[in-house]
């Protein structure tokens, strides 16, 4: 089929879209509050921000469980090119760079060769909840679904470093996965930290999620995971670590996946900062889980509302909840601690007395004292943990 | 891994916004009221023995209504991403728009003339724009 031809399929297709009013809603029509559900390959149903490359949300209700099925765990990549096909027999893991053993390792090696460790970690999405910035920003439009709490096991990248003997002024160390580019021109996806933080015993090769293979979507056979740092640098498919003797550059760190360098990473819509730094580790939030938005809560009847909280691994240490709107608030109960990168669950009773609409909050503190904003904006829609507000009706 | 091959990659881009025609069965509507299907065992794809393990990516793509530019935005964005980058924004201002179909050009290296970014940039505007408030933010990278 030439383009021309190609062209015109298209536009009669398109013709026939416009003849139809009801697939023209689906289509093109206003913004809906109901999302797509869609199936993809080893994953449950997940709701479709985009396909190609995909970008999926997990609905809400699994994060009534501690650790988040690998099934509904949420998709997030950058490039058109991802790997669908891993063949183990030839799959390697290089490790180069400023080293003085280069090593190309098998999964199995990794299996076999190095002490496993496992962390529960919880893993955010740079851009979840972007969907609730006034004004609205441009860029994947997740709501709350953007995270997942899982165990991850496998080896420390210090484990590997140290047999890799890394030589005398090394600076940083980049990461890089089998997902590519659909045009020369766009940067491969390529992301790196210090060597300290590198070393720091935490940050870990994971070939098991949950005691499983990842999903291919997921990262499948390898994934870096960073505790406490945003989902950016937990690089999927990863097959290349590359000791630098520099700081690493490139335009995933220069230009994308910066903030302000300023509090919470907040700046004015009028006033764009000019000092911006790479995102980093995770600031301080909590989602409900229960009740649903839409669920209707009747007069006189207990309720037990509930939620997860989360930091960058300093751990969660207060979580308050208020039915008011937020003229008071009381401490929720919290559940003992998973992890300290893992989500923490709390839970708080609640009776309403009389029928009407209430608006529940929770506010997270953690152990150095970081709570929630009440107001937040950054161009990018990056960092999101405003103090969520759920209303809901008792009648 | 180095980039593919230009032709290649259009031609598979072309394939998928071909596939994507087809609306697949695999899309449903989110409940309203969240809680849903408990029998996650019966949708986990069994891991084969093989040491080669294989997916196949499902597209559903939506179709987008012809109009003036229409041709431009398809020639130029799918070969990328699929048209879900549009629909899946809210309602922006030609300046938000402009910004992004800019990025693509400069900064992502879409080959697309300036006249023809103008033409997309209208295009995307008559599908899900609205009017300029003059304070729109414009888009910046890795969101």
Request: glycine share 8%; hydrophobic share 35%; with cysteine.
């Amino acid at each position: 089929m030439n383009r021309r031809r190609f062209f015109q399929l298209t536009g009669a297709a398109g013709a026939a879209l416009m003849a139809s009013p009801d697939r023209m809603t689906s289509v093109l029509g206003a913004p809906s509050s109901t999302r797509d559900l869609v199936r993809f390959p080893e994953k449950t149903e997940m709701i479709l921000l985009t396909d190609r490359p995909p970008q999926l949300e997990t609905p809400i209700h699994y994060f009534r469980q501690d650790l988040t099925p690998n099934e509904a765990f949420f998709v997030r990549w950058h490039l058109e090119g991802i790997p669908t096909s891993v063949d183990l027999r030839t799959f390697r893991l290089n490790v180069s760079g400023h080293v003085r053993q280069p090593l190309q390792l098998s999964v199995d090696e990794l299996r076999s060769q190095f002490e496993p460790i496992s962390i529960v970690a919880v893993n955010q999405c740079s851009g979840n909840s972007r969907s609730f910035f006034e004004p609205r920003v441009p860029g994947g439009q997740w709501k709350d679904g953007a995270v997942g709490n899982a165990k991850w096991t496998g080896v420390p990248v210090k484990s590997i470093l140290d047999r890799a003997q890394v030589k005398a002024g090394a600076v940083d160390v980049s990461f890089n996965g089998l997902d590519a580019p659909p045009l020369p021109s766009v940067a491969d996806f390529v992301k790196a930290l210090s060597i300290d933080h590198a070393r720091d015993g935490e940050v870990m090769i994971a070939y098991a999620m949950n005691d499983q293979a990842l999903p291919m979507v997921n990262g499948f056979p390898l994934r870096l995971v960073v505790p406490g740092w945003y989902g950016t640098y937990w690089v999927k498919a990863l097959s290349e670590i590359t000791v630098l003797p520099n700081v690493f550059s490139n335009f995933w760190t220069d230009k994308a996946y910066r903030i302000p360098n300023a509090p919470n990473g907040t700046e004015s819509p009028k006033d764009l900062a000019k000092d911006t730094v790479p995102i980093n580790r995770f600031n301080v939030r909590s989602i409900f889980v229960r009740p649903d938005p839409d669920e209707t809560l009747h007069p006189g009847m207990p309720n037990e509302m509930e939620g997860i909280a989360f930091d960058a691994g300093y751990g969660i240490r207060r979580v308050e909840v208020s039915t008011d709107g937020g003229s008071t608030w009381a401490d929720a109960r919290l559940d003992s601690e998973i992890g300290k990168y893992s989500w923490r669950r709390w839970r708080a009773s609640w009776t309403p007395r009389n029928r009407g609409q209430y608006r529940l909050m929770a506010r997270a503190t953690n152990a150095i004292g970081e709570t929630q904003s009440k107001e937040q904006w950054n161009r990018s829609g990056f960092m999101w943990n405003v103090i969520q507000q759920v209303d809901v009706k008792v009648g | 891994m180095t980039p593919r091959i230009k032709s290649v990659v259009l031609l598979v881009g072309i394939a998928a916004l071909m596939a994507g025609c087809r609306r697949s069965s695999n899309i449903s509507k989110e409940p309203e009221h969240g809680i849903a299907n408990g029998k996650m065992d019966s949708m986990l794809d069994a891991k084969p023995d093989s040491p080669v393990h294989t997916i196949v990516m499902p597209h559903d793509e939506p179709l987008f209504p012809p109009g003036p530019g229409h041709d431009e935005f398809v020639a130029a964005c799918v070969v990328c991403h699929s048209t879900r980058y549009i629909t899946m924004q809210p309602r922006f201002s030609r300046t938000t728009w402009l910004s992004e179909v800019n990025k693509m050009k400069n900064v992502y290296g879409a080959h697309i003339s300036d006249e023809q970014v103008v033409k997309i940039t209208d295009y995307l505007l008559s599908v899900n724009g609205k009017p300029d408030s003059g304070q729109a933010p414009k888009g910046t990278y890795g969101e």
